[in-house]
C-alpha cells in the first residue's frame, strides 16, 4: 500500500515539475494574457471614472484624453506590468507555476462571472 501512495506522489510530483518547467518557458505570454484579461474586465470601471473626471470639459478634450488614456494609459500598464509578472512567476517555484496559472486563470474566470461577462 505504501508503494502506491509513493508511485502516485511520485507521479503527481513529476507532473508539477513539468508543468511548471513548461509554464515559466511561456512567462511572458502568460503575463501578458493575465494583464490583458484582468484590463478587459476591469476597463469599463476605469473608463466609467475616467468618463466622470473628464465630464466637466469641451467634448474635444474629453475625445482627446480618452484617446490618450486608450493608447497611453492601457499600453503602459500593458507594457510596464507584463514584465513584473513574468518575473514574478519566473521567481516561483517550477513545481508550483503550473498550478498557480490554472489557479490565477480560474479565478479571473471567476471575476468575470461576477462582472456577468460570462
Same mark, same amino acid.
Not at 507532473?15 to 511548471?20: F, H, P, Q, S, Y
Not at 476591469?42 to 468618463?51: E, M, V
Given at each position: 500500500?505504501?508503494?502506491? @501512495?509513493?508511485? %502516485?506522489?511520485?507521479? #503527481?510530483?513529476?507532473? &508539477?515539475?513539468?508543468?511548471?518547467?513548461? $509554464?515559466?518557458?511561456?512567462?511572458?505570454?502568460?503575463?501578458?494574457a493575465l494583464v490583458a484579461t484582468l484590463l478587459v474586465l476591469?476597463?469599463?470601471?476605469?473608463?466609467?471614472?475616467?468618463?466622470r473626471s473628464v465630464r466637466p470639459y469641451p467634448w474635444i @478634450?474629453?475625445? %482627446?484624453?480618452?484617446? #490618450?488614456?486608450?493608447? &497611453?494609459?492601457?499600453?503602459?500598464?500593458? $507594457?510596464?506590468?507584463?514584465?513584473?509578472?513574468?518575473?514574478?512567476?519566473?521567481?516561483?517555484?517550477?513545481?508550483?507555476?503550473?498550478?498557480?496559472?490554472?489557479?490565477?486563470?480560474?479565478?479571473?474566470?471567476?471575476?468575470?462571472?461576477?462582472?456577468?461577462?460570462?
Open positions: 500500500m505504501i508503494d502506491i @501512495v509513493n508511485t %502516485i506522489t511520485n507521479l #503527481l510530483d513529476d507532473l &508539477l515539475w513539468r508543468t511548471g518547467a513548461w $509554464v515559466n518557458g511561456y512567462a511572458s505570454e502568460v503575463a501578458l476591469y476597463g469599463d470601471d476605469i473608463n466609467r471614472t475616467f468618463a @478634450v474629453r475625445v %482627446i484624453s480618452f484617446v #490618450l488614456m486608450c493608447a &497611453l494609459g492601457y499600453g503602459a500598464i500593458t $507594457v510596464l506590468v507584463t514584465p513584473l509578472i513574468a518575473e514574478a512567476i519566473v521567481s516561483i517555484e517550477a513545481r508550483w507555476v503550473g498550478l498557480l496559472t490554472i489557479i490565477a486563470f480560474i479565478a479571473i474566470g471567476t471575476l468575470a462571472e461576477r462582472k456577468r461577462y460570462i
